[in-house]
């Protein structure tokens, strides 16, 4: 007689590592189910026993991601002296990040995100609200610099957060198309040379 249900030696963090990284390749929308109960060696009743449901194996997996293979990005904004050199860093960390594989990979929360027309709402907020996440974080450090005095008086920090952040995802698809961490540290120096212009003319427009 056929076993059923989970195998003795399931793992459910293998499972999860698994499904992370055909989400990461293929998105959420290209992934099938078929596709995740060949990889995680699950039946399809064992697998939403065990993870609840495609969208809930996804976030779940997206958060394995940022524990994993996407952290050490985004923890060290508060180290750096100033908010220039944190942004710096911070786009040299992706640059270093997004490029640590053989094959092209980029951000999977970048990468992975579906159609937002007819997609699964949990997954689009989801993925949304992690992005957004970070870019407060990074609006807070700014705010910090403005408070501490190495960025002008008025600095739309809200503006600059949000530059910075679609200057790191264009990173992340750049690195999926198969640019080089030469190509993308180049990105990285690219903002900190006009650093300094950028948040002057956004603080005169402000102020203004």
Same mark, same amino acid.
Request: glycine share 10%.
């Given at each position: 007689?056929?076993?059923?249900?989970?195998?003795?030696?399931?793992?459910?963090?293998?499972?999860?590592?698994?499904?992370?990284?055909?989400?990461?390749?293929?998105?959420?929308?290209?992934?099938?189910?078929?596709?995740?109960?060949?990889?995680?060696?699950?039946?399809?009743?064992?697998?939403?026993?065990?993870?609840?449901?495609?969208?809930?194996?996804?976030?779940?997996?997206?958060?394995?991601?940022?524990?994993?293979?996407?952290?050490?990005?985004?923890?060290?904004?508060?180290?750096?002296?100033?908010?220039? /050199?944190?942004?710096?860093? !911070?786009?040299? +960390?992706?640059?270093?990040?997004?490029?640590?594989? #053989?094959? =092209?990979? $980029?951000?999977?929360?970048?990468?992975?995100?579906?159609?937002?027309?007819?997609?699964?709402?949990?997954?689009?907020?989801?993925?949304?609200?992690?992005?957004? /996440?970070?870019?407060?974080? !990074?609006?807070? +450090?700014?705010?910090?610099?403005?408070?501490?005095? #190495?960025? =002008?008086? $008025?600095?739309?920090?809200?503006?600059?957060?949000?530059?910075?952040?679609?200057?790191?995802?264009?990173?992340?698809?750049?690195?999926?198309?198969?640019?080089?961490?030469?190509?993308?540290?180049?990105?990285?120096?690219?903002?900190?040379?006009?650093?300094?212009?950028?948040?002057?003319?956004?603080?005169?427009?402000?102020?203004?």
């Amino acid at each position: 007689m056929s076993s059923r249900g989970r195998p003795r030696t399931f793992s459910r963090e293998e499972a999860l590592r698994s499904a992370m990284e055909i989400f990461w390749d293929k998105g959420f929308d290209n992934t099938s189910l078929a596709d995740l109960t060949r990889v995680m060696g699950l039946n399809p009743p064992s697998l939403y026993a065990a993870f609840g449901s495609k969208a809930k194996l996804f976030l779940e997996a997206v958060d394995l991601y940022g524990r994993t293979d996407g952290a050490g990005i985004w923890e060290f904004l508060d180290n750096a002296p100033t908010a220039k /050199e944190a942004v710096h860093d !911070l786009l040299k +960390r992706s640059a270093e990040n997004f490029t640590q594989w #053989d094959e =092209p990979r $980029g951000c999977m929360v970048v990468l992975s995100a579906p159609q937002m027309e007819g997609g699964e709402p949990a997954v689009c907020d989801g993925l949304k609200e992690r992005r957004l /996440e970070k870019q407060v974080a !990074l609006q807070s +450090r700014l705010e910090r610099g403005v408070a501490e005095g #190495d960025l =002008p008086e $008025g600095t739309d920090c809200d503006a600059v957060a949000a530059y910075v952040t679609a200057i790191q995802h264009g990173m992340s698809i750049h690195a999926r198309d198969g640019a080089s961490r030469q190509t993308l540290m180049a990105i990285a120096d690219c903002c900190a040379a006009g650093w300094d212009a950028m948040v002057a003319g956004v603080a005169t427009k402000a102020q203004g």
